[in-house]
């Protein structure tokens, strides 16, 4: 993408880029960034206060429904309100949609941390007099603050990439509109001009992502007392507030399974394909197991260096995973080809190179995950286990590894969900003959052939489901 920019010159990309059109996709992708990064964190920590820390009734239960809409891809849930609700468009239907799809990538991250602090810190804070409220302020919220921001951020980045839910909602984005032009007249410069603008506003995502969080350590030696938490009476607003919860649950949920069931039994298109439905299901899962494994391994290093090593260069590691993570996949997978056919003709349209561009888009996903364990482990117990005569590879092995453990199982299974819905770089590099569950899907629904669309959406669901289940457990909720 680089060269390509490199290519056109300055006079041709100032035209290209001083455009009404430009302007309209701007301010669309910026006013549904912001809003959409707003409302899931509004709704991601109040979800995860109120499931964690209230005495919600059911809470078990509803941890496991707030978690699930990760197993209902974007463009699944776009496919159900737009086929339910046609007027669900444009910038309002694509906020609903987009929040109700993303909220679980902020609220996974938050119940980690109010599970994993030491309750001390409250008890203390409640001693010297502080209320509940100025306690949930001055000592939760710093201690929420890495959470949050790795939850916002990774909502803020899928947005800046996100294809098939906007385009089902009709909502034009720079993303829309990249594969608008390479689709339609295959507009090489006006899209790598559109792709600059994309990046550009990745960094800039970044940048505010890297001011917030600042320089603080949160690792400590021990969990606390392993004592239960007593936790906050609702009172006579427990009912109200378990009725909007599940509301919630219902929007994000509810839709989406109801409109499969529904075209499932309606659609003239209906029809099950047992041997295409079954070879789409293995190849998605082959190859997402394949990619999220590959892209946790990498993910480490660069975790490692970001939070043991820190300085401008592990920050320039770090950060330069997160800037492909706002392309289209279209742009990088385009990239990729550009790359393998030029200098690796061997690798062109192979597994290897689909593998390549998952590792690319979905790093972020792991990077976070890791990230966060990685600062709850402190280096102290490293210290000691060199002090003892281990070697770095022995002390990763037997002190480090297993204290992140649940952070590389989170991180792969996000990288898993994301590769299983992937659409538009698997269309460009999977090998020939390679068929997914979501580019079935995807086929399908874009012909509105909903009836048809629909058991390969369900299949998909099913296939996120244990995902999403590792996710779940991760995170067990007191009861």
Known sequence: MVAWSLSVGPEDAWDL?????????????????????????????????????????????????????????????????????????GFQGAWLVITLSYFPLVYLPTVAALRGMDPALEETAWALGHSRGRTLITVIGPQLRPALLGGVLLVGLHLLAEFGALQLLRFPTFTTAIYDQYGSTYNGSAATMMASVLVLLCLLLLLGDLRLRGHRRFARVSSGAARRRTPLRLGPVRWPTTLVVGGVVALALGVPVYALLHWLRVG???????????????????????????????????????????GRFATVVERSTYIANALPGIVVGLALVTVSLRLVPAIYQTTLLLVAAYVILFMPRAVVSVRAGLEQ?????????????????????????????????????????????????????????????????????????????????????????PATLLLVRREKVET
């Not at 509803?62 to 197993?71: D, I, R, S, T």
């Not at 209906?270 to 190859?287: I, Q, R, Y």
């Not at 990498?298 to 090593?309: C, F, G, S």
């Not at 052939?449 to 669901?461: F, I, M, S, T």
């Open 377 to 465: 482990a402190p280096p102290r117990l490293d210290e000691v286990a060199h002090s003892l005569g281990h070697g770095p590879l022995a002390t990763a092995r037997r002190v480090t590894l297993p204290l992140i453990g649940p952070s590389l199982g989170a991180g792969a299974a996000l990288v898993f969900l994301a590769i299983a819905t992937e659409l538009t770089a698997t269309l460009m590099l999977s090998p020939i003959g390679t068929r997914t569950l979501a580019t079935e899907f995807w086929s399908a629904s874009s012909d509105l052939r909903y009836g048809a669309a629909a058991p390969y959406a369900l299949l998909l669901v099913a296939v996120s489901v």
């Open 17 to 89: 880029l001083v455009r009404p059109r430009i302007g309209e996709l701007l301010w669309n992708t910026v006013s549904l960034t912001l809003a959409t990064m707003a409302s899931t964190a509004a709704l991601g920590v109040g979800l995860a206060f109120l499931v964690e820390r209230t005495d919600l009734p059911g809470r078990r239960l509803l941890h496991g429904l707030l978690v699930a809409p990760l197993a209902v891809p974007a463009f699944v849930h776009s496919y159900a309100w737009v086929s339910l609700v046609p007027s669900a468009v």
């Open 268 to 310: 003239a298109s209906t029809e099950f394909p047992v041997d295409e439905l079954a070879s789409a299901a293995l190849s998605t899962v082959g190859l997402a197991s394949l990619g999220a494994l590959a892209t946790t391994v990498l993910a480490l290093p660069v975790a490692w260096l970001a939070v043991r090593v820190r």
